[in-house]
């Protein structure tokens, strides 16, 4: 069964980094895009951000482009989503998630799906 685990969010201050990532296992990894979508309750789920499988192309929402940065190590299985400069409007569940279509920013083509991984931002 393939499962992707979220790790690395908690509670930050505005202007704060952090650096979640996601381990897969039993995933072809390197065949995927790999995205981050971010929900909070009562809203849709947003895309944030997408690599593609060589790690060449990166895609990221206009909300947080310039801020974030998302890159993958393939020998790891595991992608990395460095996020700076964080403000209370990023504040959310970030959902890690696989996407064997290569489409990027579409959730209903992601196929698997981790937890998710809460952030909090204070101001």
């Known amino acids: 069964q393939v499962q992707l685990v979220e790790s690395g969010g908690g509670l930050v201050q505005a202007g704060d980094s952090l650096r979640p990532s996601c381990a897969s296992s039993?995933?072809?990894?390197?065949?995927?895009?790999m995205g981050w979508f971010r929900q909070v309750p009562g809203k849709e789920r947003e895309f944030v951000a997408a690599?593609?499988?060589?790690?060449?192309?990166?895609y990221y929402a206009d909300s947080v482009k310039g801020r974030f940065t998302l890159s993958r190590d393939n020998a790891k299985n595991t992608v990395y989503l460095q996020m700076n400069s964080l403000n209370p409007e990023d504040t959310s569940v970030y959902y890690c998630?696989?996407?064997?279509?290569?489409?990027?920013?579409?959730?209903?083509?992601?196929?698997?799906w981790g937890q998710g991984t809460q952030v909090p931002v204070s101001s």
């Open positions: 998630a696989a996407d064997p279509t290569n489409t990027a920013r579409t959730s209903s083509t992601y196929r698997y």
């Open positions: 039993r995933l072809t990894f390197s065949r995927y895009t």
């Open positions: 690599i593609s499988c060589s790690g060449v192309n990166t």
